[in-house]
């Protein structure tokens, strides 16, 4: 009979929503529904904005007698204003209650309020644990805009976790075997800076038809990682050569499935070295928005080469890496931030939560005896 010890499990995974600023929707699809309601984080919120483009992120449900705020239950914005279905409160988008159509507003009847910022166009909310205020601002920038294409950018659900999307800035090896890349080689050691992580490394794509190479792109990316739920990368193609920036953008919605939506936007392509598929021929103003398409679909294809997997795998707490792995553990050490214990004791992740939790318990069982 064996008598070999079995290991403990080594499987579970993080706490489901990390701390952190995450994408809820463009201002182009707020402005176009009006009235937006989803789920982040396991509860239900809504999204509007009022004459002045002051966006509103809340709780979707109203502190006066708990009506439902969403589209689908009657709720409407009028005039910038936020208008419950069930007895008319009026909410404007700071959350605070400024009418209703029989008495004066209640002063202490506010909507629970998302702190929200912006960038090119994409809305994030803050998700603090416990409440608790935004701890860094989300500065992605700047962004000169001259020349670029707008930003394309689409949504994919599937059971997931950020953290595990955000892992692929730093899991080298996964450029090569999952998506096919040539010489993926880092430029430089990863950069980690409070909450901002930075991985810069080269790599090459070689386009094949009937098994023949026909042409190699090489890019030099550099990821901008700002939390679990926003990794923007800028990407220089040298051989066309052309710029790229592209954002992959996680948000939990419930605790099992994730969003992860993907902008892409590309550089004027002035001064081609190489033919690509008849882009020369295009005025300049309509190469970078059709090279951006290509890219969009390009981007969308890898990224569900990576769901295939993201969606069915286990988070090894204690991964057995090899040399080729890169920075794995410095990328997790990094991500210990993100789960700040909720009781108030500073930056530890779930694992020396529950450690802390069965001593605890212990000495509880101990005081019994
Ligand atoms: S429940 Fe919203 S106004 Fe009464
Ligand atoms: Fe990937």
Redesign the pocket.
């Given at each position: 009979m064996s008598t070999r010890p079995t290991e403990p499990a080594n499987t579970s995974s993080p706490p489901p929503f990390p701390e952190g600023w995450y994408f809820l929707a463009s201002r182009r699809a707020v402005e176009k529904a009006r009235l937006i309601q989803k789920t982040w984080m396991g509860e239900s919120i809504i999204i509007w904005c009022d004459h002045d483009g002051r966006i509103c992120v809340a709780e979707s449900h109203?502190p006066?007698?708990?009506?439902d705020?969403g589209p689908e239950a009657g709720g409407r914005v009028r005039d910038g204003r936020l208008v419950?279905p069930?007895?008319?409160?009026e909410y404007d988008t700071g959350g605070q209650c400024v009418a209703?159509p029989f008495s004066a507003p209640p002063r202490a009847t506010r909507l629970r309020v998302f702190e929200t910022t912006e960038v090119l166009g994409l809305i994030f909310a803050w998700w603090g644990t416990g409440g608790r205020a935004p701890q860094w601002d989300l500065l992605l920038g700047p962004l000169d805009q001259t020349g670029w294409s707008a930003l394309s950018v689409q949504t994919l659900r599937f059971p997931g976790h950020p953290q595990e999307t955000a892992e692929n800035a730093v899991d080298l090896a996964h450029f090569r075997y999952v998506h096919g890349y040539h010489k993926v080689d880092r430029l430089e050691p990863v950069l980690v800076d409070g909450h901002y992580l930075q991985s810069r490394f080269d790599f090459a794509s070689i386009r094949r038809i009937a098994g023949l190479a026909v042409s190699t792109l090489e890019f030099t990316a550099t990821t901008h990682v700002h939390g679990l739920g926003c990794s923007f990368v800028e990407v220089r193609e040298h051989t066309i050569p052309f710029d790229m920036r592209f954002w992959v953008l996680a948000t939990p919605v419930d605790g099992r499935l994730i969003d992860v939506s993907l902008a892409t936007q590309v550089g004027e392509l002035r001064g081609l070295r190489r033919r690509v598929a008849g882009l020369g021929f295009l005025p300049l103003p309509l190469r970078a928005p059709v090279m951006n398409r290509i890219l969009a679909r390009m981007q969308k294809r890898d990224v569900l080469q990576d769901v295939t997997i993201w969606s069915r795998k286990k988070h090894r707490t204690r991964p057995r890496l090899a040399r080729s792995d890169g920075e794995i553990m410095q990328f997790r050490a990094y991500c210990r931030q993100f789960y700040p214990d909720p009781t108030g004791d500073s930056h530890n992740d779930k694992g020396d939560h529950e450690a802390r939790e069965k001593a605890r318990e212990k000495a509880r069982e101990a005081q019994r005896q």
């Open positions: 109203c006066h007698l708990g009506a705020l419950c069930f007895h008319g409160f209703t």
